[in-house]
């Protein structure tokens, strides 16, 4: 693969964040996607500078204010820290932090449209139509019909006033040519596609205000006290409003030509369109590239809020640790397309990559290392064709990620980093240096050398994407951060290196069947196996059969314990396999006068049809526990072994409620 050359400056940014919002997984991948690529550019000898804010004016935020009885700027002060603090706790620290309701970028945005407005490209004019508070924003017949609301509908409403409007549509031409003219201005193709296609209708004139008497938050037009600017024309301009706060023109012209907007698909028209007039008519030159990403879904649809389904990234970091989350993020979205959600894909790639292929190499290398080296990096010997081949990989390696970078396509560059630690891998058992040491010491000094240099390289190339980690690594490794360096051989031979820890161990996930059926009612001691293993005892169904054999142990409890236990019997009324399970069943019973509601992971053995009417024995005492989010009060018994599975059903007809002793 050819090698680009890369631009000397590279300028990223993420959308402005809503204020309003909670952080959820959309807002930590677009930002730590920039954080990433800003890493890897660093890396690469580049002068990097990374920007995210929040966007803080607009019609929601006044109406949150007036709730809480305090005034939008002081909602937005207590907001804010919020998204402040995600980022400090996943390792992203920006080069700047806008909020649009700072006096640097009001002047600009102030500036911008006054600009615009004594060169004839505002008027003014009464405007009608539908307007949708959430977005605030006025709709076509089209959106209303896509969107699906009816003129009933509470999210719409119909305003007749005037407004201020931008000569948007005196820039289509241009605008399409400027796109066919520069293949990289809006990436990928798909999304270039979609702009031209909106293209091909007129193009309208943007309407930028709101008049004070319905929306008083937001930057006063500097041409008319009585309104104020439409807070998308105010948000976009964040882009430059810091440069040209921090030096003006010549601090603008500096990180302009090699920007990057990281946006999500679902904002590509006002930043593909409204963003690049306004620039135009205000007399700037464009972003280098529009890269529009795609959504990450769940269970095949959209996150949000309304449905319930938001995946959020603290919950996640604390659970799985800051830069195995991050990993996962950057790994399994190809950007330009959507990506599915799952906590067991981020479970298994946190296994099969991190804790398979790269750490437990490196725990095996320092070992080595420690024992027949006393942790000191040797001298390299003579290299043999492995070792040639290894190096080659190498120097491949690294080209190969600085163009995959590039062409922002990280989630290959991962790849191609992980198959050079995969390569190392096979060459320690083509090596076999735990063999050579009994033998041929210089021989095992050249083969662990060559090893902890592909994890020096590997570090580097990976430093953008799990910084702490690689922090760690290079502790262990006895290097200091000026090693992370983008050529080979350079790994200083003495070096002492440290007691190996474990990088990242290795993860576990459960399914809510799956903890149910690993989490007993009953709390036993175990004791040393007896002389002849236990046969196969009853046990709630959707927990553990009580099995010596399985376990290593009899389980023996006094009958004072198994007093506690509340056996009865149950009439099942109603049973349901509950949705988008394999295993769980939902099942009505009979206690005797009181009805129950349990969940049980029986649905793999029984169908509804056969447990209707079927009398069973339930542990009636447990506490209650959620299962997908229904509640299950009890649990049936059942007997299992390898092959078979049975709930345990009466001889005779026992009423309902019974006690079982």
């Given amino acids: ?75 937005c002060d207590r907001m804010a820290p919020r998204f402040q603090a995600l980022w400090e706790k996943m390792g992203i620290v920006p080069d700047d932090f806008v909020r649009t309701t700072e006096p640097r970028h009001k002047a600009i945005v102030t500036d911008i449209l006054q600009r615009i407005w004594d060169k004839g490209l505002i008027y003014d004019a009464t405007y009608e139509g539908w307007y949708e508070v959430s977005e605030e924003r006025f709709l076509t017949d089209k959106e209303i019909e896509e969107k699906g609301y009816t003129k009933d509908s509470p999210e719409i409403s119909f305003i007749k006033e005037k407004n201020y409007f931008f000569k948007m549509s005196a820039y289509q031409d241009w605008l399409i040519e400027h796109i066919q003219s520069h293949p990289d201005f809006i990436r990928p193709e798909s999304r270039k596609n979609e702009i031209l296609g909106f293209l091909r209708q007129p193009l309208g004139d943007l309407c930028i205000s709101r008049p004070k008497s319905r929306l008083s938050w937001g930057i006063e037009l500097p041409f008319d006290k009585d309104y104020v600017t439409y807070v998308w024309f105010d948000a976009l301009i964040n882009y430059i409003s810091v440069h040209l706060d921090r030096g003006g023109e010549a601090e603008l012209q500096k990180w302009w030509p090699n920007s990057l907007h990281l946006i999500g698909k679902d904002i590509l028209t006002t930043h593909c369109v409204y963003w690049t007039t306004m620039l135009q008519a205000a007399g700037y030159t464009q972003p280098k590239t529009i890269l529009a990403h795609g959504w990450w879904l769940l269970d095949s649809a959209k996150m949000s809020k309304s449905k319930g389904n938001v995946v959020k990234p603290l919950d996640l970091m604390d659970k799985y640790g800051v830069d195995a989350f991050r990993y996962f993020l950057i790994r399994d979205m190809t950007l330009g397309l959507d990506s599915n959600f799952s906590e067991k894909a981020l479970v298994e790639r946190i296994n099969s990559d991190l804790a398979n292929d790269f750490g437990n ?301």
């Fill in 1 to 75: 693969m050819t090698e680009p050359t890369p631009p000397s400056r590279f300028y990223v940014t993420t959308p402005i964040y809503y204020v309003n919002d909670e952080a959820h997984i959309g807002h930590a991948y677009t930002t730590t996607l920039a954080d990433v690529l800003r890493g890897y550019h660093r890396i690469m000898g580049e002068e990097t500078f990374f920007l995210t804010g929040l966007d803080e004016h607009g019609q929601k935020v006044q109406q949150a204010a007036d709730k809480l009885g305090i005034t939008p700027q002081e909602h």
């Fill in 361 to 661: 190499l490196l725990n095996r290398t320092l070992n080595l290392l420690k024992r027949n080296f006393e942790g000191v990096i040797p001298s390299p010997g003579e290299k043999g064709e492995l070792e040639i081949e290894l190096e080659t990989l190498g120097q491949q390696t690294i080209a190969n990620v600085k163009a995959l970078v590039l062409d922002f396509k990280l989630h290959a560059a991962l790849e191609d980093t992980l198959q050079l630690v995969r390569r190392a891998n096979k060459y320690m058992e083509q090596t076999a240096p735990w063999k050579t040491a009994k033998t041929d010491l210089p021989r095992t000094g050249t083969i662990l050398w060559h090893v902890l240099e592909i994890f020096r390289l590997a570090a580097a190339l990976l430093a953008p994407v799990i910084p702490g980690k690689i922090a760690d690594l290079l502790d262990q490794l006895g290097l200091e951060p000026s090693a992370l360096k983008l050529e080979w051989g350079i790994l200083p031979p003495g070096t002492q290196t440290h007691e190996p820890r474990v990088l990242f161990p290795r993860q576990e996930f459960k399914t809510e069947e799956e903890k149910m059926l690993t989490e007993s009612p009953i709390e036993t001691t175990p004791t040393p196996p007896a002389a002849t293993p236990a046969a196969t005892n009853p046990s709630p169904a959707g927990s553990p059969a009580v099995n010596a054999e399985e376990n290593g142990a009899n389980l023996l409890i006094g009958i004072e314990d198994f007093a506690k236990v509340e056996l009865r019997v149950a009439q099942i009324q109603e049973a349901e396999r509950v949705p988008k399970t394999d295993k769980l069943m939902r099942l009505i019973v009979d206690l005797g006068g009181e009805t129950r509601q349990i969940v049980a992971g029986i649905a793999a053995f029984y169908s509804p049809e056969q447990l209707l009417g079927k009398k069973v024995i339930v542990v009636a005492n447990l506490k209650p526990a959620k299962l997908r989010g229904l509640e299950s009060r009890g649990m049936l018994l059942a007997a299992k072994n390898e092959t078979q599975f049975s709930i345990l059903t009466l001889l005779d007809d026992v009423a309902p409620g019974a006690r079982v002793s």
